[in-house]
C-alpha cells in the first residue's frame, strides 16, 4: 500500500502524519520512534489514527518508522504491511532564558543551542553555534515558514559549522500566529518585533564580544526583508536575496492581509517606516552597505518589488550610491530558487568583509 509519512518538529515534540491515498476501514498503523545514532527508541503498536506524536527529552535527529496494514480481501484473509521511515528532524538543545536573567547568560554554545528568551510574555527564538577564535558572526533571518516541518525553523541552519565566524539565527514569532505564515518581524503597531530583535542580537553580541561592524545579516525573500532593516539598526551590512522591499506591494497579497488579521487592531493601519525599506533607512538616517542578489527570471520581484525600490531610492537624502551592489542571476525556477550552496557561502565570505564607505573617508 502507498503512503507518505512527514514529520514535523514543534520545539520538544515529533508528530508524524500519515497520508495513505487508498485507506480502508481496516487500515492500521504503528510507529516506531528513531534517533539516527541509537536507532529504535520507543514503539507505539498499531492504532486506527493516522497522526501520532511522541515527546523528545534529549538533543538528536529524529525520524518516525511507519508500518501500514490492511487486510484487502476482508478479515478473513492476509494483511499486507507496507513500511516507510519519515524525514530526519534535528533537535538540538534548548536553552529557556528570562529576559531578566540574560546577563547570566554567555551565548557560548559551540555545539550550538537554541536559546528561547522570553521577553514581557513574547518568545524570541536564537540559534547560535559560536566560534570561540573568530571575532566576527553571520546573522540569518527566515521568511515565509508555511509548510515547515520545525517550529521554530531556522532557514539554512545545516551552514552553521561551514559559516566564517559565529553563526546566529534568529526567529520572528509574528509568523507564527495563524494564519500568518510571514510576519516581516512586524509584531504589533505597540512592540515592533523586528527591533526587539535587534536589542537582543546586540546584548548577544556584547557578551560575544563581537563589534556589530563585523556581522553581516543574510538571509532571503522576507528573511532579506529583515537582515537588511536589521542591518541598518545595527550598522552593519546585509547580503539579501530575491528580498522584498516593500511589505504592502507583497504578491500574492493574501499574506498581507493574514500579516493584517494578526497584528492590527481595528481601526490600526500598518506603519510605513516598518514596510518600505526606503522609508526606515530615511527615517534611521543610514543606507547599509547592501547587495542584492536577484533572479532576473523572478518578474515579479523585479516589478513589484526591486524596482519601486530603486525608484524610492531617488527620494531619499541619505547617500547610498557607494553602498549598494546588485548582482543577477537566471533561473526558471523564479523566486523561490536560490543560487547555490557554494555561491551562496563565497557571498557571505566576501561580504563579511565589506567596509562601510563611511569608515573609509575617515580614516
Known amino acids: 500500500m502507498e503512503f507518505t509519512a512527514v514529520s514535523r518538529l514543534e520545539r520538544t515534540t515529533l508528530t508524524v502524519e500519515v497520508t495513505v491515498p487508498e485507506v480502508d476501514q481496516t487500515t492500521q498503523y504503528a510507529y516506531y520512534l528513531l534517533e539516527k545514532t541509537q536507532g529504535v527508541l520507543e514503539k507505539q503498536f498499531y492504532l486506527k489514527e493516522n497522526t501520532f506524536t511522541f515527546p523528545l527529552s ?9 508500518y501500514v496494514r490492511h487486510w484487502p480481501n476482508g478479515p478473513d484473509g492476509d494483511s499486507v504491511t507496507t513500511v516507510k521511515v519519515s524525514n530526519w528532524l534535528p533537535l538540538y538543545p534548548t536553552k529557556v532564558v528570562p529576559y531578566e536573567r540574560l546577563e547570566e547568560e554567555d551565548f557560548r554554545s559551540t555545539e550550538g543551542t537554541v536559546y528561547d528568551i522570553v521577553w514581557d510574555g513574547v518568545h524570541y527564538e536564537f540559534f547560535i553555534h559560536y566560534k570561540p577564535d573568530s571575532t566576527q558572526a553571520v546573522i540569518l533571518g527566515t521568511g515565509s515558514v508555511i509548510g515547515t516541518k520545525v517550529n521554530p525553523l531556522f532557514v539554512r541552519i545545516a551552514w552553521a559549522q561551514e559559516m566564517p565566524g559565529t553563526a546566529i539565527y534568529y526567529s520572528d514569532p509574528t509568523s507564527y500566529l495563524p494564519p500568518c505564515n510571514l510576519g516581516w518581524g512586524y509584531g504589533t503597531n505597540d512592540r515592533w518585533a523586528l527591533k526587539d530583535i535587534s536589542a537582543l542580537l546586540q546584548k548577544i553580541l556584547d557578551k560575544l564580544h563581537i ?3 563585523n556581522t553581516l545579516f543574510y538571509g532571503s525573500s522576507g528573511g532579506g526583508y529583515t537582515s537588511m532593516l536589521l542591518a541598518a539598526m545595527l550598522r552593519s551590512r546585509a547580503t539579501i536575496i530575491n528580498s522584498q522591499f516593500n ?3 507583497y504578491i500574492p497579497a493574501k499574506c498581507v492581509d493574514q500579516l493584517k488579521q494578526v497584528c492590527l487592531k481595528e481601526g490600526e493601519t500598518l506603519l510605513p517606516e516598518r514596510t518600505h525599506a526606503a522609508t526606515f533607512f530615511q527615517q534611521e538616517g543610514y543606507f547599509p552597505p547592501l547587495h542584492v542578489v536577484q533572479n532576473i527570471r523572478a518578474k515579479k520581484d523585479i516589478t513589484t518589488q526591486l ?3 530603486l525608484d524610492a531610492l531617488a527620494d531619499l537624502s541619505l547617500d547610498w550610491s557607494d553602498r549598494l551592489r546588485i548582482e ?7 523566486h523561490t530558487a536560490m543560487p547555490s550552496k557554494e555561491v551562496c557561502l563565497k557571498h557571505i565570505s566576501e561580504d563579511l568583509v565589506v567596509t562601510d564607505p563611511a569608515d573609509s573617508q575617515n580614516m
Open 58 to 66: 534529549d538533543p538528536g535527529t529524529y525520524a518516525v518508522q511507519v
Open 211 to 213: 563589534p556589530t561592524g
Open 307 to 309: 524596482s519601486p525600490f
Open 328 to 334: 543577477f542571476y537566471a533561473d526558471d525556477g523564479g
Open 247 to 249: 511589505i504592502e506591494g
